[in-house]
């Protein structure tokens, strides 16, 4: 496995698309190691893609493109500008109460952070705002997703560990609406010490604004709540959730905001295809390594180094969540999430660490390594978009990324937090 590991790092530093670096990489296992029949790859890559649960991921994408087409999004916007635009440093906080909506409508955090950016990122420096605490706050923000339901890399978290995502879904809940709190509270810090808005005078909606807003938006906050108490009663699987996903974005977007029509509709699933080509392809290439990693016996091989070095329980979660944050520095969150579940999956059932409450550290974790240097995928979107330098972003998002992290910490040491909702409904 060291010699799949080489060449796949090997291979990413040379630009090589992600998906194409793992199959190329342990098809040299298969072609070094002569008890091995290369047919395995092929059957692997199809058995990889076929299971039930994984039908969540493409319907889930192709609702979230369609949300965005049908209206959806912008009267979020105006419903999270009713809420907290008149604050210090309004815009900062609609952008972060918006993506906490939106991460149960789109579950990605890089297309959040893609639509954020392009409808509010301009916005926010027009107001006086530095560009890199604006492409700060939309990015870290968009991290929210990673835990509010539905997210993509619970639903693969999921899968490859045969965890609830029922439970999953429940589980995210209160960390999302915590990272909201904090990402606020920092927003708000940062834009009072600076002046944001100071001179602004922007006006408190008044409750029947706030209303209006809200009954505008309506359609698009009952989505997660149908979602979850679907899935908790039994109406729908996650997979079927997703179909029921598409079917509501269709109705909404046709038939009720009339804002949907056939040439939007063309491009939307024109976009879920690439999205979801991109995806099927990662998860097809990753079984081959998966069937690998289980050949090699490494989850075994780890669970022994990890243990040898101490069998506390906290401080061996605590090492896997150094491993993860480092790992999630270099490789794509969707990528981790496949190979490394099976590894650490035994691990964590030995030390007695919940599979749900090591999903929502795992999936924050791996996410936020997509706003970090030196491959953050979201990073690179957001300052793409508006123009902004990598370097003024990574100055203006640290303390975002500091407040996740001691958020973070407190998920490892209260599991309850994240075990609250799935405990008390599952």
Known sequence: MLTVSIIFLILLFLNMPVAFAIGIASLCYFLIEPNLPISITAQRMVAGTQSFPLLAVPFFILAGNLMNSAGITSRLIRFSNALTGHLVGGLAHVSIILSTIMGGISGSANADAAMQSRILGRQMMMRGYSGGYSVGVIAVSSLITATIPPSIGLILY??????????????????????????????????????????????????????????????????????????????????????????????????????????????????????????????????????????????????????????????????????????????????????????????????????????????????MGGMTPPVGVTMYTVCSLTNVSVEEYMKESFPFIAGVVVLVILLMLFPDIVLFLPNLLM
């Open 158 to 367: 999921g899968y490859v560990g045969e965890v609830s995502i029922g439970k999953l879904f429940l589980g995210g809940v209160i960390p999302g609406l915590l990272m909201m709190i904090v990402l606020m509270t920092i927003a708000y810090v940062i834009a009072k010490r600076r002046g944001y808005d100071s001179e602004n005078n922007i006006r408190r909606a008044s409750l029947k604004e706030v209303l209006q807003a809200a009954r505008e938006s309506i359609w698009a906050l009952l989505f997660p709540v149908i979602l979850v108490v679907g899935i908790r009663f039994g109406v729908f699987t996650a997979s079927e959730a997703g179909a029921f996903a598409v079917v509501y974005a269709l109705i909404v977007g046709f038939f009720i905001y009339k804002e949907l029509n056939w040439k939007n509709m063309k491009e939307c699933i024109g976009q879920s295809v690439l999205d979801n080509a991109r995806i099927l392809l990662i998860i097809s290439t990753s079984s081959i390594l998966g069937y690998l990693i289980t050949y090699d016996r490494l989850p075994q091989t780890a669970a022994e180094l990890l243990v040898g070095i101490t069998d506390n329980p906290t401080l061996l979660l605590f090492l896997i969540v150094l491993f993860l944050i480092a790992a999630g520095m270099f490789v794509e969150s969707t990528v981790l999430v496949l190979l490394l579940t099976p590894i650490f999956m035994p691990i964590i059932k030995n030390i007695g660490v919940d599979p749900v409450h090591f999903g929502i550290l795992m999936m924050t974790i791996v996410t």
